[in-house]
């Protein structure tokens, strides 16, 4: 197991980095030389402040995270809480906190790792391979310049060292790693009774007045979401190379010079009995081989039997179909020189001795050209294609930057359709294709776009398709009357009070469980669950099941499960617990190491946090 963690170093120093390094690119190099102090700061750490306009960025970014994640109907108000305003002003602290220590340590990114980490990064290559203009056109994308973004991704790549160093200190013992498991691996029997909200739909009525109360109350719910109607054009290295076309005389060059690759190899099946090497593995093997000779039909009984190769002994021996090199080379030299049917051994590997029977042989062949003219075509459509890509994607991206107060010129110059949307909401939608995009939305929703009426850049959206869009109409943000969405508030009025009704008819029954009835429910067949595999339980109840007193089950407890009802579990009996794989037991491990990692990061920025200087300025914090 430290075996394991050893060498897997550097990737388990990533995980954790990954962990625990806050989203330091919400913020810019700016912030820590801004000599201009306001009055409308929300706070300063060591003297930096913190801004009304990052703060409002910080909670839109959010809000279209979640947006993008619960879809259009997520209510933004839902984060502009008291609460949820002070966690998102104590993360903002906490990375101005990170970043001075960066500053302080004098920690910084070299021009060669800096270089290296942006040719890595996906967004910027195109086939596998880093492309300048394409880097170019993100940048420009996110709103900024070569020079920002690499003074950005140092400043984030010094916060990675830094944390990744401090997070190192804190080891995780074997005895953590046991504790960990022994949680993760408590097993419980379970089965549950639904209680559907639906059933109480009937029973409710709601008066205008209500209806009136929710809309004031929830009037955000009810507004038409800002939207804009776009044109677009793609640039896509297939419709290129569909454009360019394939002839046949070049799918029979392509095929002839590639011959060798549409040769299938000869394959064989066999089977084996593995007897691990030991001062009696070969004498041992020589005894189970006269047995195999004695009856050849028992070849697989004897195979589960005798083999160690727990792959395959199971499997009668069965190897499956394999051709040359794929197996060991006394394995596959034994194997490619019998007969079928015929039974060979002892053979002698790194892996001990085998006993072989060759159960088929399927002879080489060559696929014709017919079989494969559809995938070389595809092939060389698309390197024809990437080649017309590569030769006009810069000069594509220029134009449309360019040439900003129309898309038409590109157009026209590259034989493109010019395609048009219909209204798209600022969160998007499932249907909207390219154009629904989060790069492409974030374009067209930009300042840029909206008020001064220009092209979005060419917005790489996968490797090989780019882009660029225009706003042709902008409504802003609206208010739906009452008249118009009556309808939908009292279908939610209903769900929500015939869900309190199930919660109560819930809690009801749970009362009669308690006293020992029965209830009058219908529990579901038991299953077992555990913390590592929960199914489809919500993590609450999940915690509620395996924290149940093995002793005193069956036991109990109801869950409000909003619009869908109540659910009553019952804890039928605790289970052994089941043992653990090497793989799970190397992952408690490094969880382990994850949780000792955490723990110091966050003692070390308690720390430096209780040093720093940090005034709130709360009148700001409060203000909407």
């Known amino acids: 197991m430290f075996d394991f963690v050893t060498k897997h170093k550097r990737w388990i120093q990533l995980s954790f980095v990954l962990l625990i390094v806050p989203p330091f690119a919400f913020f810019g190099m700016?912030?820590?030389?801004?000599?201009?102090?306001?009055?409308?700061?929300?706070?300063?750490?060591?003297?930096?402040?913190?801004?009304?306009?990052?703060?409002?960025?910080?909670?839109?970014?959010?809000?279209?995270?979640?947006?993008?994640?619960?879809?259009?109907?997520?209510?933004?108000?839902?984060?502009?809480?008291?609460?949820?305003?002070?966690?998102?002003?104590?993360?903002?602290?906490?990375?101005?906190?990170?970043?001075?220590?960066?500053?302080?340590?004098?920690?910084?990114?070299?021009?060669?790792?800096?270089?290296?980490?942006?040719?890595?990064?996906?967004?910027?290559?195109?086939?596998?391979?880093?492309?300048?203009?394409?880097?170019?056109?993100?940048?420009?994308?996110?709103?900024?310049?070569?020079?920002?973004?690499?003074?950005?991704?140092?400043?984030?790549?010094?916060?990675?060292?830094?944390?990744?160093?401090?997070?190192?200190?804190?080891?995780?013992?074997?005895?953590?790693?046991?504790?960990?498991?022994?949680?993760?691996?408590?097993?419980?029997?379970?089965?549950?009774?639904?209680?559907?909200?639906?059933?109480?739909?009937?029973?409710?009525?709601?008066?205008?007045?209500?209806?009136?109360?929710?809309?004031?109350?929830?009037?955000?719910?009810?507004?038409?979401?800002e939207r804009v109607k776009a044109e677009y054009l793609v640039l896509s290295l297939e419709d290129l190379g569909m454009a360019e076309g394939v002839t046949d005389a070049e799918i029979k060059a392509a095929y002839d010079a590639r011959a060798s690759q549409y040769a299938v190899a000869e394959q064989r099946r066999a089977s084996h009995i593995l007897i691990p090497a030991g001062p009696d593995a070969k004498q041992k093997a020589t005894e189970i081989l006269a047995e195999v000779r004695k009856s050849p039909a028992r070849f697989a009984e004897l195979a589960k039997k005798y083999s160690q190769d727990t792959g395959?002994?199971?499997?009668?021996g069965d190897l499956g179909l394999f051709g040359r090199g794929m197996m060991v080379k006394p394995f596959e030299d034994a194997v490619f020189s019998m007969k079928q049917g015929e039974i060979a051994g002892p053979v002698e590997s790194e892996f001990g001795f085998h006993i072989i029977q060759l159960t088929e042989v399927k002879a080489g062949k060559a696929r014709p050209l017919e079989e494969v003219r559809k995938e070389l075509a595809a092939e060389l459509a698309k390197q024809k294609g990437a080649k017309k890509f590569s030769e006009i994607a810069e000069a594509f991206g220029n134009m449309v930057y360019e040439q900003s107060d129309s898309l038409k010129p590109a157009a026209e110059k590259y034989k493109l359709k010019l395609q048009a949307t219909?209204?798209?909401?600022?969160?998007?939608?499932?249907?909207?294709?390219?154009?629904?995009?989060?790069?492409?939305?974030?374009?067209?929703?930009?300042?840029?776009?909206?008020?001064?009426?220009?092209?979005?850049?060419?917005?790489?959206?996968?490797?090989?398709?780019?882009?660029?869009?225009?706003?042709?109409?902008?409504?802003?943000?609206?208010?739906?009357?009452?008249?118009?969405?009556?309808?939908?508030?009292?279908?939610?009025?209903?769900?929500?009070?015939?869900?309190?009704?199930?919660?109560?008819?819930?809690?009801?029954?749970?009362?009669q469980l308690a006293k020992g009835g029965d209830a009058g429910l219908t529990f579901s067949q038991p299953k077992a669950v555990t913390m590592r595999e929960a199914g489809n339980l919500p993590a609450d109840v999940q915690r509620k099941i395996l924290a149940a007193d093995p002793k005193k089950l069956p036991a109990h407890f109801g869950a409000d499960r909003g619009d869908q009802g109540y659910v009553i579990y019952r804890v039928v009996r605790a289970l052994p617990e089941e043992p653990r794989t090497d793989v799970q037991k190397t992952s408690d491990m490094v969880n382990a190491h994850r949780l000792a990692g955490a723990l110091q990061f966050e003692s070390w920025l308690a720390a430096e946090r209780a040093s720093a200087k940090i005034e709130i300025n709360r009148a700001n914090l409060e203000k909407k």
């Open 422 to 511: 219909g209204w798209i909401a600022r969160g998007g939608a499932p249907d909207l294709g390219l154009v629904g995009h989060p790069k492409v939305l974030a374009a067209l929703f930009s300042k840029d776009s909206i008020e001064a009426k220009r092209n979005t850049d060419a917005i790489e959206i996968t490797p090989g398709v780019l882009v660029a869009a225009r706003v042709i109409e902008h409504q802003p943000e609206q208010q739906r009357p009452l008249a118009d969405v009556k309808g939908e508030i009292e279908a939610t009025l209903k769900r929500e009070e015939a869900a309190k009704l199930a919660q109560k008819d819930g809690a009801a029954k749970l009362e």
């Open 30 to 225: 700016e912030s820590y030389t801004r000599s201009m102090r306001g009055g409308s700061d929300i706070a300063t750490v060591d003297g930096v402040p913190i801004t009304q306009q990052e703060f409002g960025d910080a909670m839109r970014q959010q809000q279209e995270r979640l947006r993008e994640a619960l879809g259009a109907g997520f209510d933004p108000a839902v984060l502009d809480t008291p609460d949820m305003r002070q966690a998102l002003l104590d993360s903002l602290i906490n990375q101005r906190v990170v970043s001075a220590r960066v500053f302080d340590s004098g920690l910084t990114a070299s021009n060669d790792s800096l270089q290296a980490v942006i040719r890595s990064m996906p967004g910027f290559q195109r086939d596998g391979k880093f492309d300048e203009a394409t880097a170019n056109a993100q940048i420009r994308a996110r709103g900024m310049s070569g020079d920002s973004f690499a003074a950005r991704l140092r400043h984030d790549i010094a916060v990675g060292q830094l944390t990744q160093a401090i997070g190192e200190t804190g080891i995780g013992s074997r005895a953590v790693a046991e504790r960990i498991a022994m949680l993760l691996n408590q097993r419980r029997e379970i089965a549950e009774a639904r209680i559907p909200a639906e059933q109480f739909i009937g029973q409710v009525k709601i008066d205008e007045a209500q209806v009136k109360a929710h809309y004031d109350s929830f009037s955000a719910r009810y507004r038409t979401p």
């Open 312 to 316: 395959s002994a199971e499997k009668g």
